[in-house]
């Protein structure tokens, strides 16, 4: 019996061509464009600095404290800042209090 395991896509993460490759951990990821196979850690990942909610709309960095509040099912992430606000997402109120007291 020949079991499949989920394809997934993973969005400009070839180390070589930073083109979109296909894959999982099992069967590793391919990139078609340098038709080459690559495990997961060889992967160019994007870097996760803010998650936001889905409910209340809002994003958080990842090391304020209302990031506790949050359900797994409702929470987004974003690389940057401008992808959240691009999004239609508004900063906590608590993260902007501690960028600016970083800035003084």
Known sequence: MIFMEKIF???KACPLCG????GNDDL???CKRCN?????KNLRLAKKEFVGSKIAKRFHSLN????????????????????A????FKQCK????KAKKRVK
Do not use: H, M, P
């Not at 608590?94 to 209090?97: A, F, P, S």
């Open 94 to 97: 608590l993260c902007i209090k």
């Open 19 to 22: 083109s979109d490759v296909y």
């Open 36 to 40: 080459i196979l690559f495990e997961r």
């Open 64 to 83: 304020c404290a209302s990031i506790r509040n949050l359900k797994e099912e409702n929470k987004v992430f974003f690389n940057t800042r401008d992808d």
């Open 85 to 88: 606000l691009k999004n239609g």
């Open 28 to 30: 590793k990821y391919y």
């Open 9 to 11: 896509l993973v969005e």
